[in-house]
């Protein structure tokens, strides 16, 4: 039992260091078994990839399924207390890849069944609207970030010209407000289901994504080793992928490092071709490697001072953890919706829409 | 009758690097300190893979980089410490290009095999074959004119090492790679080509580019550590 | 009786490839007694490591030697506990009969003898700090409770306790570099250990991380009655609590005998580049004797000035204030920084500094001064607040993308900054990026060399490198580039004396030609001796931009810093409480000419 005064302390200590960032001691989240976390993630990756591959044939993508999927997600990221360091550092990065992914799906999908709908990669006319909007909204964020002109149009024309190109918005009169005659027509179709394949998509990524990084932000690296004890593997296996987390932090800490005194000799200086970039980087690998063999000859020192090499056992001290009634409920609702939708072939999306 | 050829039946330490072969390894156990770096060379995978699908941000998605860049770096750990390098790869992929960028856990552990089989078949094909025709397992011989004073064959070793490891696996590994994400519909259905090229022209890149300067700048500190496997496992 | 015996012990470490290696410990002999602080001092290469290796066990079971040749690796033998810990002999194979050369002696040394290394990041092996303690006893079996128990009583004792509560939430990138050691120390103190060898504890922490591990030790000494064998460069450690020591150098001893035996030994120290602390150098070249000895301690040396008193040298002690009009080439104005983490690094920075000076960044671990630099250097962009280089604006991203053309940043670990396999291509690898002609650059290396006395290694490998040659082929890769302005990060760090002088002195050259140096460091000696202006930072702001005379004068000023001022310092601190007219002398040279 802990003193009060310990129990004060221990309340205090609000955050704790997970695979990435931090999460927040004393959720619900936090208290789940890593075993159970990772059937989530697992139980969820699966539900998302068999829901957005169901074949227009079978009645199309399951949306809501997946709305709600992506809605559980982040209700257990906000009761992890995560959000604030997901928006933070990789909402840059995911929001444009699920754009990315939504065109993709939207424009190399085009072997699927039913009607059409037209796209125009010229409209025949210059449209002033919402498209120019667009242009001049993304034009002038980019440039604010990067000062840059060539580094601005790109983005911008480019999502100006994704605007431009679906019928309903150059053609509606609600987008757009004046239309200019400019050149001739150059118009293509594409099946309606893309689009909500499409869609489809970017919900499902969604969920991958996002469990990907409920998992790892509120996953400690010392779960993972009481986790593989408990899954019988041997101490010294399961001591050997400890110290592959151990040392992920301190690689990505010299890489830093060496990239600033790579900086500091001028390697950003003058205009590089992308080879020379490329070496830059190759050249980056001298030090790390170079540190990760004084690394690993130091700690090789360590372990045999703390009498690793002599052992045959280990005590087990608060490494491993118990599953509680909570992490059977997950894992027994997860199944269950597993073998509703994977196993049994049913949707959601077709049960509400009946 | 004269002239008869007289045949080398025991070629064993004919090349400097004869002593690196396919076996287990050399009987010694695996020591504390090779442990430390075989975990450590994984972690610096895993940490590489990231870096090298993150770079390039929103042009990529499902661990495809346009540029790949940590390639070479695991090619090169699989000739160095040999089955380490593979083991590094998969698990690289799995968390660095994988769960570290989002991909889902289950895309990840099926398409990272994509990533185990070329250097793993790189160690093989090497070790194996090529060490006995005269090129350096080690890949010194793409760098330097000659190895322990034996003279290199680099016209040959350039042309083996483009066609086994920039043509043949990378094919096998972008048809396993892209073919497995396109299988599990996270590439779109008619983007199969576009993407199966980006993953072959990226990796071929970096492992031209990278792969030299590796080797020249780290093959001898390692080996005169005494850290070169002689085998698969030490 | 005696805890370690060391009989002419020689070692050589195993060449994989090329020629063989040479000896690196050669016939060592030496004793430590049950309960003693024994203390190796030694240059850079001396082989001080090596030797903490081979007491420990680890030489030979880490760093094996092949079969067959153990005799000629090792010879003479170790003693442990009176056991063999080292020794070949000649013994009969029991499979094939013949008679074979095998090292014997004890195969794991712990948990009786511990051993404590230099870098805090490289020995903490787990993920969280209540596993790290408890590692040790977990692998020994122990109980749970017998090992929560200790572990509670570890970290109590090494001044941890506080984290005890949540230490299993506690990860390794949470801590400092200090309680990083202090935390190894207590992983060894729950162990029980009777031997504790610690190399170097102290090298890579700032002052009040050195403070800790000091008292760590000295309590742990008191408490269990644990042998202690220190590798250290700083002399007052050694004066202080060392019963006997061993010098050594080139692995061969030097001297070898009580603290006060060897330190008494001026020549040795001078011929050997060892350092012997401000207070022995001014009793050395001033005469000043304490019980027939050198004085250690600024107490002794007070009682060894036996009236004697300094001469007036107020109108010798010039500081030599930069010209007014000078213009300036560093610029912040409330300057605020935020890490991701959000961390508040920096709040509301100002200072200036003038061409041509030499300023001394001084404060703890998580002051701010490695976060002001690099936003200097260019290194750092989102900063609030205005910072300009040579009157260029930082946030500008084309005066940023050139800012490595104007400022020189020679990072702390050298093993980070070498990329290239040739001393030559390594120098040149700047003045590459830059795209200069061939001709120039090799110019330039030259002379870059030159100026560092490197110029002989130019084909080397700088991997293969020692330390202190390593250090001076950063600062050349650097100078090599021109800059106008030098930022150096800890440039003694890890370094003996001489090597440290090496660098001060050369740091001290490109000053007086004209190069602005901005030394960030934890050496109070080097910023006594060198620096004409320190910027003092505390918590994110600058505490004291002034006169480094002036800080050092203050002792207020040096207690709200937490800044333990170098020996020579204190000792004019002391002698102004009786002569209060007497000025703050700073270093061992002005005492030295005060007194003669």
Redesign the interface.
């Known amino acids: 039992m802990l003193a009060s005064s310990d129990v004060e302390a221990r309340a205090s200590k609000k955050y704790v260091r997970t695979f990435i960032f931090s999460m927040r001691t004393g959720t619900p989240v936090e208290k789940l078994h890593v075993i159970t976390k990772f059937f989530m993630i697992v139980a969820m990756s699966i539900l998302a990839l068999y829901m957005f591959s169901i074949p227009v044939s079978q009645g199309g993508p399951d949306i809501i399924g997946l709305a709600l999927l992506l809605l559980l997600t982040f209700v257990l990221l906000a009761i992890a207390r995560t959000a604030k360091y997901l928006a933070n550092s990789y909402l840059v990065l995911v929001l444009p890849v699920l754009l990315g992914q939504f065109f993709w799906w939207l424009f190399f999908n085009w072997s699927l069944p039913g009607a059409r709908m037209l796209f125009y990669f010229w409209p025949g006319f210059l449209p002033i609207g919402v498209s120019t909007v667009v242009l001049v909204g993304v034009f002038g964020l980019v440039y604010y970030k990067t000062r840059s002109v060539v580094l601005s149009l790109v983005p911008s024309i480019l999502l100006w010209w994704f605007t431009v190109m679906p019928g309903v918005f150059s053609f509606s009169s609600l987008f757009t407000w004046v239309r200019i005659p400019v050149g001739v027509v150059f118009s293509f179709s594409l099946p309606q289901w893309s689009a909500t394949v499409a869609f489809s998509k970017v919900l499902g990524f969604g969920v991958l994504i996002y469990t990907s990084f409920l998992f790892l932000l509120t996953t400690r690296d010392t779960e993972i080793g009481g986790a593989l004890k408990q899954l019988r593997l041997s101490f010294r296996k399961s001591f050997f992928v400890m110290l592959m987390f151990r040392n992920l932090n301190t690689i990505l800490m010299d890489y830093e490092n060496i990239r600033s005194a790579q900086i500091a000799r001028a390697a950003n200086v003058m205009r590089k071709n992308v080879f020379s970039r490329i070496i830059d980087l190759a050249y980056v690998s001298v030090p790390l490697v170079a540190t990760m063999i004084r690394r690993s000859t130091e700690m090789g020192v360590a372990l045999y001072a703390r009498g690793f090499e002599a052992s045959h056992g280990i005590t087990d001290y608060k490494e491993t953890r118990r599953f509680s009634y909570v992490d059977f409920t997950i894992i027994a609702i997860l199944a269950a919706f597993l073998i509703y939708e994977v196993i049994l072939g049913h949707s959601i999306t077709s049960l509400l829409m009946r | 009758m004269s002239g008869e050829k007289k045949t080398v039946s025991n070629t064993k330490n004919k090349y400097p690097w004869s002593n690196y072969t396919l076996k287990w390894g050399r009987g010694e156990p695996v020591?504390?300190?090779?442990?430390?770096?075989?975990?450590?060379?994984?972690?610096?995978v895993?940490?590489l893979s990231y870096?090298s699908v993150?770079v390039f941000?929103?042009?990529?998605?499902a661990g495809i980089s346009l540029?790949y860049?940590v390639y070479?770096?695991f090619l090169v750990f699989t000739m160095w410490w040999g089955i380490w390098g593979p083991i590094g790869a998969y698990?690289g992929c799995v968390i660095g290009a994988?769960?570290?960028?989002?991909?889902?856990?289950?895309?990840s552990l099926a398409y990272a095999v994509s990533d185990f089989v070329p250097p793993f078949f790189a160690f093989v094909l090497y070790r194996g074959l090529l060490a006995n025709k005269g090129y350096d397992p080690l890949w010194r011989d793409l760098t330097d004119k000659e190895v322990?004073g034996v003279k290199t064959k680099r016209t040959g070793a350039w042309f083996w090492f483009v066609l086994i490891n920039g043509v043949i696996l990378n094919l096998i590994s972008g048809v396993i790679g892209v073919g497995i994400l396109w299988d599990?519909?996270?590439?779109?259905?008619?983007?199969f080509w576009?993407w199966f090229i980006g993953w072959i022209v990226g990796d071929l890149?970096?492992m031209v580019?990278?792969t030299p300067?590796?080797v020249?700048?780290?093959t001898?500190?390692?080996?005169?550590?005494?850290?070169v496997n002689h085998g698969w496992i030490t | 009786m005696s805890v370690l015996e060391v009989n002419d012990f020689w070692w050589k470490y195993r060449s994989y490839v090329g020629a063989e290696n040479p000896f690196t410990l050669k016939g060592l002999s030496f004793k430590v007694d049950k309960g003693e602080f024994f203390g190796i001092i030694g240059p850079s290469g001396a082989g001080k490591t090596t030797l903490c290796y081979a007491l420990t066990g680890i030489i030979p079971h880490v760093f094996t030697v092949p079969y067959g040749k153990e005799r000629e690796h090792i010879k003479g033998e170790i003693k442990l506990f009176g056991q063999t810990l080292t020794k070949v002999e000649a013994v009969t194979d029991e499979k094939t009969g013949r008679v074979v050369d095998k090292i014997v002696g004890i195969k794991q040394t712990a948990p009786r003898v511990g051993l404590l290394l230099q870098d805090p990041e490289n020995q903490f092996l787990r993920m969280d700090l209540l596993h790290e303690i408890a590692f040790g006893m977990e692998l020994l079996e122990l109980s749970k409770s017998e090992i929560e128990q200790r572990a509670k009583e570890a970290l109590e004792i090494v001044g941890l306790g506080s984290l005890w509560p949540i230490a299993d939430l506690v990860h390794p990138s949470e801590l400092s570099g200090g309680q990083k050691q202090r935390a190894a120390i207590a992983s060894f103190i729950a162990l029980r250990p009777e031997l504790l060898v610690l190399d170097e504890p102290m090298s890579d922490l700032d002052p009040e991380g050195k403070l800790s591990i000091i008292k760590a030790i000295d309590s742990i000494r008191d408490k269990y009655d644990i042998t202690i064998i220190v590798v250290e460069h700083n002399p007052e450690v050694i004066q202080k609590y060392a019963d006997k020591v061993l010098a050594i150098n080139n692995g061969e001893t030097i001297a070898y005998g009580t603290t006060e035996k060897v330190y008494s030994q001026w020549k040795l120290f001078d011929e050997n580049g060892l350092y012997a602390s401000d207070i022995a150098r001014i009793g050395w070249q001033a005469g000043l004797t304490y019980n027939g000895r050198v004085p250690f301690t600024v107490d002794e040396m007070m009682e060894a000035f036996n009236g004697r008193k300094q001469k007036s040298l107020a109108d010798d002690l010039k500081d030599d204030p930069i010209d007014e009009a000078t213009e300036e080439i560093i610029s912040v104005k409330d300057l605020n920084f935020w890490y991701d983490d959000g961390t508040h690094a920096l709040r509301g920075v100002t200072f200036a500094i003038k061409k041509g000076e030499y300023v001394g960044l001084i404060g703890q671990n998580g002051a701010g001064k490695s976060t002001i630099s690099k936003i200097i250097s260019g290194l750092y962009k989102k900063f609030q607040g205005e910072a300009k280089v040579m009157g260029l604006n930082l946030r500008d991203r084309k005066v940023i993308e050139r800012i490595p053309c104007y400022v020189g940043y020679v990072f702390q670990n050298p093993d980070n900054q070498i990329f290239m396999r040739k001393v030559y291509d390594e120098v040149a690898y700047g003045l590459k990026n830059l795209k200069m002609p061939l001709q120039e650059v090799d110019q330039r290396v030259k002379e870059a060399l030159k100026s560092v006395g490197l110029l002989s290694k130019i084909d080397e490998d700088p991997m293969f490198l020692g330390k202190g040659e390593k250090r001076r082929l950063t600062v050349a890769s650097i100078l090599a580039m021109n800059p106008k302005i030098m930022i150096v990060d800890e440039p003694t760090t890890g370094q003996d004396f001489r090597m440290s002088e090496d660098i001060m002195n050369l740091l001290e050259e490109l000053n007086k030609a004209g190069t602005t140096i901005l030394a960030i460091t934890h050496d109070m000696t080097l910023v006594s001796e060198h620096t004409k202006r320190v910027i003092v930072m505390h918590n994110g702001a600058v505490t004291y931009d002034g006169s480094t005379r002036g800080f050092f004068s203050n002792a207020e000023l040096l207690d709200k810093a937490g800044i333990i001022p170098p020996m020579a310092v204190r000792l004019s601190h002391e002698y102004k409480k009786k002569n209060p007219s007497s000025p703050c002398l700073m270093n061992a040279k002005e005492w030295v000419a005060a007194l003669k």
């Not at chain 2, 300190?33 to 972690?43: F, K, R």
């Not at chain 2, 599990?184 to 983007?191: P, R, S, V, Y």
């Open positions: 020591s504390t300190t090779q442990y430390v770096l075989y975990a450590m060379q994984i972690a610096a895993i940490a870096l993150t941000g929103p042009l990529s998605y540029f860049f070479p770096f698990i994988g769960l570290l960028v989002g991909t889902g856990i289950v895309p322990a599990m519909k996270i590439i779109a259905t008619n983007a576009p890149v970096a580019i990278i300067v590796l020249k700048g780290l001898s500190l390692v080996e005169r550590q005494g850290l």
